[in-house]
């Protein structure tokens, strides 16, 4: 199977922030990554799909990078509703994985 | 109104069998691959399932390969997961997702989810 690898686990930042947050995966997958956000009780929220291309409806401060096995989320001036936990997803082989989510908390 | 409603969970003894159920809206399901994503108490997400639109192909996580089976009613718009042989580590949020287009298996959709509780 396919290890994804997030870092930071957790991270402090500041409303107005720009963060980012890093995904590897075990081996290449081509550019088959997807990111979501999820806050406490509700069901996660697509963000992101194909490394790069934001859902229908998602602000432009979210926007990802990367191909093959290094990709990044990164948010730009954070708003207080941006405070949530963080997965990526490689959907390029089975069983797809998902990343063990970073923690963003207000600082 | 695009919408998933998951239905089925509750609490059920290790060894213990339960269906949920995942009804689908607001789009046409049929052609749509769906999957089944889960999450334990205070961990983070664990993809346990899918199935493609015709219902032919499924696709199972080793942790619930023969226990759990995947289907789904096209004419019900309804998809299900069959949980058997259930154990503690299978306690958790059961999420429906929904594939964004068809043929592709990155979800654009999710329900809100059923909680599954396996104890004695």
């Known amino acids: 199977d396919i290890q994804m690898t997030q870092s930071p686990s957790s991270l402090s930042a500041s409303v107005g922030d720009r963060v980012t947050i890093t995904c590897r995966a075990s081996?290449?997958?081509?550019?088959?990554l997807a990111w979501f956000q999820q806050k406490p009780g509700k069901a996660p929220k697509s963000l992101i799909y194909?490394?790069?291309s934001l859902h229908h409806g998602v602000p432009s401060k979210f926007s990802g990078s990367g191909s093959g096995t290094d990709f990044t989320l990164t948010i730009s001036s954070l708003h207080p509703e941006d405070f949530a936990t963080y997965y990526c997803?490689?959907?390029?082989?089975?069983?797809?994985?998902f990343g063990q989510g970073t923690k963003l908390e207000i600082k | 109104e695009v919408q998933l409603v998951e239905s089925g969970g509750g609490l059920v003894q290790p060894g213990g069998s339960l269906r949920l159920s995942c009804a689908a809206s607001?789009?046409?399901?049929?052609?749509?691959?769906m999957s089944w994503v889960r999450q334990a108490p205070g961990k983070g997400l664990e993809w346990v399932s899918a199935i493609r639109g015709s219902g032919d192909n499924t696709y199972y996580a080793d942790s619930v390969k023969g226990r759990f089976t995947i289907s789904r009613d096209n004419s019900k718009n309804t998809l299900y997961v069959q949980m058997n042989s259930l154990r503690a580590e299978d306690t958790a949020v059961y999420y429906c997702?929904?594939?964004?287009?068809?043929?592709?298996?990155?979800?654009?959709?999710w329900g809100r989810g059923t909680l599954v509780t396996v104890s004695s």
């Open positions: 081996q290449g997958i081509s550019n088959y």
């Open positions: 607001g789009f046409t399901f049929s052609t749509y691959t």
């Open positions: 194909a490394a790069s």
């Open positions: 997702a929904k594939a964004r287009i068809v043929g592709n298996w990155d979800f654009d959709l």
């Open positions: 997803q490689q959907y390029n082989f089975y069983p797809f994985t």
